[in-house]
């Protein structure tokens, strides 16, 4: 099924790259936490292709007009706040990528996870 059929078809909340930019950091942290806040559990999985391909060339599906690595890592120190219980980083495609800016970045986000994961237990 197409995702845009399955959106349109099924209660998912959805914040593009567009609306994001128009809203900002602090209201999508806001969004994200006021919708996933009833969970016991969250799971975050990160699409390396949500960041511009001036920052992440390296994936299958580049998405020209995507986040900057600064929103994208603003955004998980917010939602790191839920009860996030793992995390994953998909789509990093490094041959797709001679600058290797994408492993980067992979890297730069699964570091930055880790921490916040670790300092909200207050191990940092």
């Known amino acids: 099924m197409d995702e845009l059929e399955f959106m349109k078809n099924n209660k998912v909340n959805v914040i593009n790259a567009r609306r994001f930019s128009k809203i900002g950091v602090d209201k999508a942290v806001d969004e994200v936490v006021s919708h996933m806040k ?3 559990y969250v799971y975050i999985s ?3 292709d949500c960041l511009d391909p001036g920052f992440a060339g390296g994936t ?7 986040l900057n690595p600064r929103e994208v890592l603003e955004f998980l120190r917010g939602i790191f706040e ?3 219980i793992g995390f994953d980083v998909v789509e990093v495609a490094p041959s797709l990528d001679p600058s290797l800016a994408s492993s980067y970045a992979a890297r730069k986000i699964i570091l930055e996870s ?3 994961h670790l300092r909200k ?4």
């Not at 299958?60 to 995507?66: I, K, M, R, S, V």
């Not at 237990?121 to 940092?124: E, K």
């Open 82 to 84: 839920l009860p996030v």
């Open 114 to 116: 880790w921490g916040h």
């Open 38 to 40: 009833k969970f016991k």
């Open 60 to 66: 299958g599906t580049l998405q020209f007009g995507g």
């Open 121 to 124: 237990q207050n191990r940092l």
């Open 46 to 48: 990160l699409d390396i």
